[in-house]
């Protein structure tokens, strides 16, 4: 049986606190599943926000999407992620990557590393969050017995400790633009995705719990217009036919029937049932998380009211 769908937004723009936590309001009434913050320089901060996030709502789940295991010390991390999710009441979900902007780590004066380097880097955060958090002697200890976590990222490496580690994987449906150091990143064909899936399955064949499997949608746009929805993509990768632009994994434009049918598309051939949109596109994924809830309610899928992981 297929696992249920969820959905995330990530909120990224700064703003007041009386602003922050309407946005988050804004967000639980739409009905999204988890509200998300990223780990960027120039954008909120994490940590603070996610608990601001909780004294706003009442049901959504927390997550860093995801955290740059580059700024972080593991021991100060797993401080920080025990109190975020004692603060907010055991609804923290946590995101982990390698970081990917060599351009944020030159500003901060850290290393940024070799492909390698980096990953190696990401494993031991893991090892090391679940040595201390495992450890019932330690404290500040967290709500959950287990914070759940994300591990970003699709190359072997990264894959591998998905394999053994990660309670969700994230695929980025996107690769990094040759020769940029600010992060600017493209995305990638259907196909290409379906290998990484399919490799992620290869190596994780012998858990006895599946892990799920999700994708930052980076365009959405509910429309009759797909022409105008795809033009600011095509302007910026001339090579690509609108038709190709609306084949990617990652774009979801048309109309809500077309977009729900997408959504579903996306769970039957690669088996991705938790979906992000950017903070642009919330209130314009909300008629597809609707939708598929409503269809849901009359039998022809599985998409039961919003609620939390536990």
């Not at 599943?33 to 960027?40: A, F, K």
């Not at 004066?109 to 495992?134: I, K, M, N, Q």
């Not at 949109?277 to 314009?284: C, D, G, H, I, Q």
């Amino acid at each position: 049986m297929p696992r249920t769908f969820r959905f995330g937004v990530v909120l990224m723009a700064a703003a007041p606190a009386a602003e922050w936590r309407a946005k988050c309001r804004r967000a639980e009434e739409l009905g999204y599943d988890v509200i998300l913050v990223p780990d960027h320089l120039g954008v909120i901060a994490p940590f603070p926000a996610l608990v601001a996030a909780a004294e706003a709502t009442e049901r959504p789940r927390l997550g860093t999407f995801v955290l740059n295991a580059g700024f972080w010390n593991p021991a100060l991390l797993a401080r920080e992620v025990a109190t975020t999710d004692a603060l907010t009441g055991g609804r923290l979900e946590l995101g982990l990557g390698t970081g990917y902007v060599q351009a944020e780590h030159k500003a901060a004066g850290l290393p940024y590393g070799s492909p390698r380097e980096r990953v190696d880097h990401l494993r031991r955060t893991v090892a090391e969050l679940d040595r201390l958090l495992g450890d019932e002697e330690y404290r500040p200890r967290p709500a959950q017995r287990r914070v759940p976590l994300l591990i970003g990222g699709d190359g072997e490496r990264t894959l591998r400790l998905s394999a053994g580690h990660a309670d969700v994987v994230g695929f980025t449906g996107l690769r990094m633009t040759p020769g940029t150091t600010t992060g600017k990143l493209e995305p990638v064909p259907a196909g290409e995705l379906d290998r990484r899936v399919a490799r992620y399955r290869e190596l994780s064949a012998d858990r006895p719990e599946p892990a799920e499997l999700n994708l930052l949608l980076q365009l959405v746009a509910v429309t009759d217009d797909t022409a105008t929805a795809l033009q600011p993509l095509l302007d910026r990768r001339p090579e690509l036919s609108a038709e190709d632009a609306l084949a990617l994994p990652v774009v979801l434009a048309g109309s809500l029937d077309e977009t729900v049918e997408r959504v579903r598309a996306l769970r039957e051939r690669y088996g991705i049932t938790y979906l992000c949109v950017l903070e642009p596109f919330m209130e314009a994924f909300a008629p597809v998380m609707r939708r598929l809830r409503e269809d849901s309610v009359r039998g022809h899928g599985k998409v039961p009211a919003p609620q939390g992981t536990g």
